[in-house]
Every structure is written in C-alpha cells, then in structure tokens.
C-alpha cells in the first residue's frame, strides 16, 4: 500500500503544471510605440485561452505568443483561461506632427587640429554612423589623429592624403600644442614560430593603421612620411605562405612605439581527432543582473546558454579540445570581459550561444530557426558550417547567417560567432530549447560544425 501511495505522489508531481502566466508585455499597464505587439506566456493546453474573445492556439507544452493590433492611444485587452482574467493595457502613443528632419551637417575647420584617443578599444569608422558593418580600426589609447572637421557626434579624422575617417567625440581628447611631423616606419622584423607570423614594426610615433584580411593581408600606417599619399602599406601573401584560404585569427597593436601584427597559422589537423589540443572558448549568453529574453513558460535566456555552453563543453572535451568557458555559473560577465577572457587563453574559436527574440512591430508565430552572426570574413565559412549542421541535426528552420556587428563577433583574435540557437518567444522554438535532450544534440551538431569547418 506504501509503495502504491508512493507511486502515486511521484505521478502527480511529475505532471506538467500549466500555469496561466503572461511574460510579455512585462507589466498589465504599459506604453509601446509600435503599430502592434504581441502576448507570450503559458496557459492549460486543455483550457481555451481567449484574447478579447479571439481564440488564441497553445502549444502542448503550455507555450503561446499572440499579436495585437495597437491603436493611437489606450488599448485594452483581456486575456482568459478558463476561469482566469487578466486585463492589460497598453498605451500607443500619438504621433506628433509638425517639425522637419534636418540631417546634420560637415563642419570642415579651417585648421587641422591634433587629437588623441581617450579609451582603448576605440573604433575608426568609414561613416559617421555608431551602428552597422562599418568598423575599420580599433585603436588603444593615446593614438594621435589628425581632424579636420566634425559631423553630428563624429570627428572626421585624416588619414594619408586621401583617406578620411570617422571617430567618436566621446572617445578622444584633444591635445594641446603644435601638430607634429608624419610618422616614420624605421624597419620591422619578422618572427615566425609554430602557431603565428608575426612581424614587428619600429616606428618613431604611433599612428592610425588599418588590417585588411584576405588571401593577401594588408597592413596600412597612415600620415606616414616619404610614403605614396603618405601611406605605409605592407602586404603579406597569407594563402601562400599558409597553404590555405582559411584565416583563422589575426592581431594588430601598438607595443609602445612598436607596432605588432599577429597571423595565426592554420594548425595540423589530425583527421580522426581534428578537435584535439584545439582552445575554444564558449560563451554562454547573458548572466547574472542580465537575463536576457524570457521564454514561453517564463524560462529565462541566460538558465538555457549556460545548460547548453555546458553540454558544449563537455562535447568539445570528449573530442580532445581545451574549452575556456566565459562564464561557469549564473554570473555577470561584461561583454569585453568575455572577449578578453577568450583572448588572454589564446582561442582559435569562440562560440557564443544565444537564444532568440523580437521588437514589438514582429509575428513570433512566424519566425523560427536558428541563425548565425559573424562580423570579419574570417569567420564566415565557420558559421556557415555549423549552421548546416544544427540545421540537419536538429531540424531547426534555417534562419540564415548574418553579418552583425555585436561585441563578441568583432574579436579578431579568434574565429568568432554568435549563435542564436532558436526562438524562445515562439512556442514550438521554445519547447525545444527548454528540452534537455535538444541541448544536448545542439552540443554535438555545434561541435561537428567546427569539425567539418577544420576538415573541408
């Protein structure tokens, strides 16, 4: 009779409770600037759920994500399940007419004036835009640059004689005193060893540059002296001297007024272990104060990157590599911080999972799948190999490869992606990625994703 009880009690306490809960909008009275919106949460499966009487579809693990019209001004809605209500407001502000757009305008000064780099990390852009694929440099601090005019927020920098620039005000300061003379590369020196060229250039001032990936690398110095547009351009024959196609990480800083440029070499693969001895950093998404999206039924994005980032560690162990984890545990970690922890341990890869989601104006019922970001060109063909195999192996919809720029996809050092694994406000998405099993073959195909980027 115990044992029967006891059967009983674990039967019970291991059915799936569906509680009515909504995850978004956040709070019942809020305002949202957007043509329409859209309701997730959780309800009974067996329960109809209602949106101001409209039948709403749940799916069986009790997820649902609805959309809403929004009208200028207060729109009310009630949401039921079975006996249970719940009203939400939403505010849609009025347009406000009147007042015309003035797109800012080039001061050119008169005089070139000299200033210097206030942080480090700090990018050169083609356009004076602080958004999108148009990252040329980033400088440490105390980089000298010469402006010649302002746009909005951008100082315009010279570079050579035919070149220009975009930098942000807030990350320079100006410099008080003549403009000096043009730099001057007095030699550089190469060192090769088993893991890197690497070459060292002796200048007498540091200077703006640029790294230009290719089968061919190109190094350029600007406003340098007794140069062609007073541009110092060094090329290296990457593909030859490599034997291969494939970059796979590369760096470029200023060692005092030395400057040093770093090109991993493509390591020896061992075909029925090509993962072994291979660093790989995983990085599990968000943490700690961030928890990133909220899923369906109120599961959280940084509890599902870090059970997947540690089935992916476990996988890339099993396979003979080195894994550097990000973070280990429900912690914070800045988004620099990751890319620095990927760096100091000297990764060929680092893979960041996510999980994804939607702005208000978005059909979550209509997006699902997984997708891949990378910045450089380098890590292109990586995404692209390991989207095949999540896509196969897991039988998520293919939600393409994207250049994005995203702080942990612009670390050169390492191939970098960033993996949105699946939606977590689509219900059918959600379900799986709150599935341990799911996880655990989003581990393998990843992994075999690497696997077949180092072989083909």
Not at 58 to 78: D, I, Q, T
Not at 132 to 160: A, T, W
Not at 409 to 428: H, Q, W
Request: proline share 5%.
């Amino acid at each position: 009779m115990k044992k029967l009880f006891y059967l009983l009690f674990v039967l019970l306490i291991c059915r799936p409770v569906f509680a009515f809960d909504v995850v978004y909008p956040h709070k019942q009275n809020v305002t949202i600037n957007s043509p329409s919106t859209f309701f997730i949460g959780s309800s009974n499966p067996k329960e109809t759920l209602t949106v101001n009487g409209a039948s709403v579809t749940v799916h069986p693990s009790g997820g649902f994500a609805y959309v809403v019209v929004l009208e200028e001004g207060e729109n009310k809605f009630v949401l039921q399940s079975g006996n249970e209500l719940k009203t939400f407001i939403i505010n849609r502000p009025k347009k406000v007419t009147g007042g015309v757009y003035v797109p800012p305008k080039l001061i050119e000064y008169e005089a070139r004036r000299k200033f210097l780099t206030s942080v480090d990390n700090a990018p050169l852009r083609t356009t004076p835009v602080d958004a999108g694929i148009n990252r040329m440099s980033h400088f440490q601090e105390d980089i000298p640059l010469i402006i010649d005019g302002e746009k909005s927020n951008f100082y315009r920098v010279v570079l050579g004689e035919n070149k220009k620039a975009w930098i942000s005000k807030t990350n320079v300061k100006a410099f008080e005193g003549y403009l000096n003379s043009p730099a001057e590369v007095k030699s550089y020196e190469t060192i090769e060893d088993n893991d890197y060229f690497k070459f060292i250039f002796h200048l007498d001032k540091k200077t703006p540059f640029e790294i230009i990936e290719g089968e061919t690398f190109y190094l350029k110095f600007y406003n340098v002296k007794d140069c062609p547009d007073n541009t110092y351009v060094f090329s290296f024959p990457y593909s030859e001297s490599s034997g291969t196609q494939k970059i796979i990480g590369y760096s470029g800083f200023y060692d005092g007024d030395d400057f040093v440029f770093k090109i991993r070499k493509f390591p020896a693969i061992e075909k029925k272990h090509p993962l072994k001895n291979i660093t790989i950093a995983v990085d599990a998404g968000h943490g700690g104060r961030e928890s990133g999206a909220i899923g369906c039924c109120g599961d959280k994005e940084k509890d599902i990157t870090l059970a997947i980032s540690k089935e992916l560690e476990q996988e890339l162990k099993a396979r003979g590599a080195k894994v550097v984890m990000t973070r280990k545990d429900d912690s914070y970690v800045g988004l620099r911080e990751r890319v620095d922890i990927a760096n100091e341990n000297d990764a060929m890869f680092l893979i960041s999972i996510h999980g994804n989601s939607l702005p208000d104006s978005a059909d979550p019922n209509k997006h699902r799948g997984t997708s891949i970001y990378f910045y450089y060109n380098q890590a292109k063909l990586l995404a692209a190999n390991v989207l095949v195999s999540m896509n196969k192996q897991l039988g998520t919809q293919n939600d393409n490869i994207r250049q994005g720029s995203l702080a942990l996809v612009r670390n050169t050092n390492a191939l970098s992606i960033l993996i949105e694994v699946a939606y977590l406000i689509n219900p059918e998405d959600n379900a799986m990625l709150i599935d341990p099993k799911f996880r655990k073959k989003c581990a393998k195909a990843i992994a075999d994703g690497i696997k077949n980027y180092l072989l083909n």
